[in-house]
């Protein structure tokens, strides 16, 4: 809020209304996007929440997909997991920052929950929906970071297992508290931290995503590959990207793929 200012939610017929028009022009998969939408429509200040928009877009004709993100732990709500598992249409992922495993860094980042809070919601929505697909975001040297602050993200990481995760050193930026804060960490010391935090989420992504092995999945296929024009890419429902030998009339269409190679961070398979 200090750099990007108040949250405001826009009138649900507006986006409804949008979505429709995208579905009847042949479009199958939208992404709602906010700064933090599971709080969507609180300002509105009618009763009417991000779960009573998700069901009413999971009845949009055409719409086969919908994604939503970014969440903000402290309001992902009991209502909203029901939801996620019981619409069709929903995607079986949920991007949940969680920025750090220590509960003295959150406290400082003002995150308003605690790490076990965190580990809690996480159980809650693989108990609803128990093929989900977790990433997050991680910020390594926020300041006043210790080695013993950071060991406690990477047991965090270790303990929930994301599929993937964005991570990032911790940079000031103007207009912020933290911008202010004593301990600014050396930048020496926050590359070698952020090395040893890729290290370990490739390893776990590389064996969440042996688990794919002759699995067929639904992709949804975007357009050639960015490394090979000869190759199709696409995502599953879990988000995964997916690449495979097609042509390109296949573009815009849910086809079935059998996973061949999986990767880190890529699946390779055959179109069926």
């Known amino acids: 809020p ?69 969440s903000h732990p402290k309001d992902l709500s009991t209502e909203l997991i029901r939801v996620m598992a019981e619409c069709d249409k929903l995607c079986e992922h949920l991007h949940l920052p969680v920025q750090v495993g220590s509960n003295r860094i959150l406290k400082k980042m003002n995150r308003h929950y605690t790490r076990e809070d965190y580990m809690e919601l996480v159980s809650r929505i693989r108990e609803a929906i128990p093929d989900i697909a977790l990433t997050t975001d991680i910020i390594v040297g926020f300041p006043g970071e210790t080695e013993d602050d950071f060991l406690e993200t990477l047991d965090l990481v270790e303990k929930i297992r994301y599929d993937s995760a964005f991570t990032f050193m911790y940079s ?35 064996d969440i995503n042996s688990r794919y ?41 849910l086809v079935q793929v059998k996973i061949t190679n999986p990767r880190a961070w890529t699946l390779e398979g055959i179109m069926l």
């Open 2 to 70: 200090y750099v990007r200012g108040r949250e405001r939610s826009r009138k649900p017929q507006d986006i409804i209304d949008e979505i429709r028009d995208l579905g009847q022009k042949g479009y199958k998969e939208v992404t709602l996007l906010g700064q933090n939408v599971n709080s969507y429509g609180k300002d509105l200040g009618d009763g009417y929440l991000f779960p009573d928009l998700l069901r009413d877009i999971n009845e949009i004709p055409g719409i086969e997909r919908i994604r939503f993100m970014t």
């Open 172 to 206: 000031t930026r103007r207009g912020t508290p933290a911008a202010k804060m004593k301990g600014q960490i050396d930048d020496n010391i926050k590359k070698a931290r952020l090395q040893r935090l890729i290290e370990l989420q490739t390893e776990i992504s590389k």
């Open 213 to 253: 092995k002759d699995k067929l999945v639904e992709v949804l296929v975007e357009g050639p590959s960015k490394n090979n024009d000869k190759m199709m890419s696409g995502r599953t429902r879990t988000n995964k990207l997916v690449n495979f030998m097609s042509s390109k009339e296949c573009i815009g269409e």
